[in-house]
C-alpha cells in the first residue's frame, strides 16, 4: 500500500500510532486539575508548574516532530547521491514510508522492499498500529535480520532508513550489518538514516532519546562489521545518514 503524504502525514501518524501515551497525559491532567484544590498553596504551584513543563514537552515534541517528518525536506530523499544504482535494497522494521519514494527517484532501477518485523522480538505497539494502518505490499519480502535472503553482491544501493535502531540487541545489530555488506557489490553503498542520541534529540522527544543510539555507538557497530563511513551527512539538526562502503 503506497504511502501518499500529506501536509500533516508525519504528526498525524504520531498520534494515532502512539494516541495511549496522550490520553494517559490528558487523564493525568485531569486527575491532578481536580485534586488541586485539596492541595496547600506551595504544592498547587508546584503542581501547576509541573503540568506547564508537561504540556510544554508535549507539544514542543509534536512541532519539532512536524518540522522533522512534515515540513523539512526530508521525504524528498535528496540526500542520497547514488543516482547511477540499478538494483537497491530498502529495508524497513516493520513500516515502510519510503520504497515508493526511492522507486519515483530512480524510475531505472529496481527497488527491492525487505522487512525485518518479528512480532515477537519488536513488540512496540505504534509498529503493530502502523501495520495495521498501513500494510506492506505484496511485493514485501519478509526477512530475518540475521540470515538475509540474498545472493552476494546483488545490490549497489542499500537503505535503511530509520530502521536498523529497533534491532535492539547489539550483536544481532551487528549481524544485521553484516549480511547488508554481504549483499552489497564491491562498489555500492549503504545508506543508515537515524536520529541520533545527542542534546538535540533529547530537547525534542526528552526521554524518547533513551531509543535512538549515539553516533559513537553507531561507529563502533559500523567497525565490528566491516563497514567504513566515506562521508555523513545531517539532513536536519535532529537525523544522521551515514554512507557506508564496505
Known amino acids: ?63 519539532i516532530s512536524y518540522y522533522i517528518y512534515d515540513y523539512s525536506d526530508l521525504y524528498q530523499l535528496n540526500w542520497i547521491q547514488n543516482l547511477a544504482a540499478t538494483k537497491i535494497l530498502n529495508v524497513n522494521a516493520g513500516f515502510d514510508e519510503t520504497s515508493e519514494l526511492l522507486r519515483r527517484k530512480f524510475p531505472d532501477a529496481v527497488v527491492y522492499a525487505a522487512d525485518f518485523y518479528d512480532p515477537k522480538k519488536h513488540t512496540e505497539v505504534s509498529i503493530k498500529r502502523a501495520r495495521k494502518r498501513y500494510p506492506a505490499p505484496a ?54 538514516t537515524e536520529h541520533l542520541r545527542d542534546l538535540n534529540n533529547f530537547l525534542a522527544f526528552q526521554i524518547g532519546f533513551f531509543h535512538f543510539y549515539s553516533d559513537g555507538c553507531w561507529r563502533r557497530i559500523f567497525k565490528e562489521a566491516g563497514l567504513r563511513i566515506v562521508a555523513h551527512r545531517k539532513i536536519n539538526p535532529f537525523i544522521i545518514s551515514y554512507s557506508l562502503k564496505k
Not at 494515532?16 to 488541586?36: G, K, P, T
Request: net charge negative; aromatic share 12%; proline share 3%.
Open 1 to 63: 500500500m503506497e504511502i501518499k503524504r500529506s501536509r500533516f502525514q508525519g504528526v498525524s501518524n504520531i498520534l494515532r500510532f502512539n494516541w495511549h501515551f496522550y490520553v494517559l497525559a490528558i487523564l493525568l491532567f485531569i486527575v491532578v486539575l481536580m485534586i488541586l484544590p485539596y492541595f496547600s498553596e506551595d504544592l498547587q504551584r508546584i503542581a501547576f508548574l509541573g503540568l506547564g513543563l508537561a504540556s510544554f514537552s508535549i507539544l514542543s515534541s509534536l512541532l
Open 139 to 192: 511485493d514485501t519480502i519478509s526477512v530475518n535480520s540475521s540470515d538475509l535472503p540474498f545472493k552476494t553482491e546483488t545490490f549497489d544501493l542499500i537503505c535503511c532508513i530509520f530502521a536498523a535502531h529497533e534491532i535492539r540487541d547489539p550483536q544481532e545489530r551487528v549481524l544485521f550489518l553484516k549480511e547488508l555488506a554481504c549483499t552489497l557489490t564491491t562498489d555500492g553503498s549503504i545508506m543508515i
